[in-house]
């Protein structure tokens, strides 16, 4: 006991000695180093692994979105070549919506059953393919199960989208979901509640075995540039064709900053100071023809004065006024007081979707803010040559689902993937729950494409 007490006190006379001190300093600044280091680490993980869950979060929604848009065209399809594109391109979205729900700390009945979901309706547009890629029609049965499988589609998005605004909100956390994630979807009303979920498996046993640009807006990527015309220009003119195009006597001074690639356009670039200080544009003319491919201007717009109806007759005016003739708007999308209107060209009253400019209009006072015109530099031709109507109307409507209630019909041009064009007509019609777009091919009369068009509160979108 004596021995014990010595080493004590030794130990304390050591502790006094400042070799000890500092020793004794040291190992405590070391052991709170790396514990600083460790909990800085394991936030960066943390971090990580929210970046990660984000991701595949935000992709599994745009992958359902996807699936529910294609389900819908489906119900509504009358052409075996476009239902075998329609159901083919199924079974890929919710084959990637798969890959990333599976990415999510989500462990609960409902996903479990949620995966087993997008798995059968995979596999049982897949079967439907292999039927209508021989020419063979769809059962009433398989058109009413598609109409089942689009609603399971439409719940399962809508709880996807409550978790989203939960998530965008903080009241929830990845982390949390592991622990809480059924309760997060227990949450719903009654149409979405777990059993609602947990029923998907059941109900589906027997099949085992969707900043805008609207319709289009792609466009053909044509290496041609049919629209661009013209011989080359110098730096001089193309600051000459600026200034026409923004308005001489608005401005107070142009700089040129550089001359660019844009879109396989050479163009020579331009910052325009106008006589008002908040207004400054950005505008780019093309070297070949001096066409103007963009401009912008980014100034604050304020209260809401014009309607979008006004908003696109002055668009449609301003394009006028420089010699874009014979336009029409087509979709358009508001957002932070600008309209964003989408124009086409129009040849004895067929619609050129290729032939797109799209148009940023202030509605406070309507002045325009920007323009972008590659698309129709990419296509445009003054005249095509168009194709013979062999279908007529009567005939092209009689072509379509007799599901679809027909509101309108148009003769249009639409792209192909192929990089070419074909004319077909245009058929707006509806069904109980949705707005499509049918196109016809006026010579064949076989379904080029389905549309949906959603109805928002700030514009008419298509997907």
């Not at 800085?40 to 992709?59: G, M, P, T, V």
């Not at 969707?210 to 193309?238: F, R």
């Not at 979709?331 to 086409?344: C, H, P, R, S």
């Not at 031709?381 to 072509?399: C, F, G, H, P, Y």
């Amino acid at each position: 006991m004596w021995n014990i007490k010595e080493k004590i006190y030794d130990w304390k006379d050591r502790l006094r000695s400042g070799k000890m001190l500092t020793l004794v300093s040291t190992l405590v600044i070391i052991i709170i180093a790396l514990g600083i280091y460790a909990y800085r680490k394991s936030i960066d993980y943390q971090r990580l692994a929210e970046n990660s869950y984000n991701h595949a979060f935000y992709q599994l929604i745009e992958y359902m979105d996807d699936t529910e848009k294609l389900l819908a065209k489906s119900t509504i399809s009358y052409s075996s070549e476009h239902a075998t594109e329609t159901f083919s391109n199924i079974n890929k979205e919710t084959a990637l919506a798969q890959a990333y729900l599976s990415r999510l700390p989500i462990e609960t009945q409902e996903l479990e059953n949620t995966q087993k979901f997008l798995h059968q309706v995979g596999d049982y547009c897949y079967t439907l393919s292999k039927k209508t890629v021989k020419g063979e029609e769809l059962s009433q049965e398989e058109l009413d199960n598609l109409t089942q499988l689009h609603q399971y589609s439409v719940n399962l998005r809508n709880v996807l989208y409550q978790l989203e605004e939960d998530l965008y909100s903080s009241t929830i956390r990845w982390g949390d979901l592991e622990d809480v994630g059924s309760r997060v979807f227990s949450r719903e009303d009654e149409t979405l509640t777990q059993s609602s979920f947990s029923n998907i498996e059941d109900e589906l046993h027997q099949y085992s075995g969707l900043i805008y640009d609207g319709a289009y807006s792609e466009g053909l990527d044509n290496t041609e540039m049919k629209g661009l015309t013209g011989e080359d220009i110098n730096q001089e003119k193309a600051e000459s064709i600026a200034r026409e195009f923004i308005g001489n006597d608005k401005i107070e001074g142009i700089n040129f900053t550089e001359e660019s690639q844009n879109a396989n356009i050479q163009c020579y670039n331009f910052n325009v100071n106008t006589k008002n200080e908040d207004e400054n544009y950005s505008i780019s003319v093309s070297k070949k023809g001096g066409h103007v491919v963009s401009m912008n201007c980014d100034r604050q717009v304020g209260d809401e004065a014009i309607s979008p109806e006004d908003a696109v007759n002055k668009g449609k005016e301003f394009l006028q006024n420089r010699e874009y003739k014979n336009m029409k708007e087509t979709y358009y999308m508001k957002e932070n007081g600008i309209l964003t209107v989408n124009y086409a060209y129009m040849q004895d009253n067929v619609i050129m979707y290729p032939d797109l400019i799209k148009i940023k209009i202030a509605l406070d006072n309507g002045e325009i803010l920007g323009l972008e015109s590659t698309r129709y530099l990419n296509c445009h031709q003054d005249n095509r040559e168009l194709s013979d109507v062999k279908i007529t109307e009567e005939k092209a409507k009689e072509l379509i689902n007799p599901k679809l209630e027909i509101t309108g019909t148009n003769l249009a041009i639409i792209p192909t993937e192929w990089n070419t064009e074909i004319m077909c007509w245009e058929i707006t019609g509806k069904t109980e729950e949705n707005d499509f777009l049918v196109y016809i091919n006026v010579e064949t009369g076989e379904e080029e494409d389905i549309l949906m068009i959603v109805n928002t509160p700030n514009g008419t979108l298509t997907t």
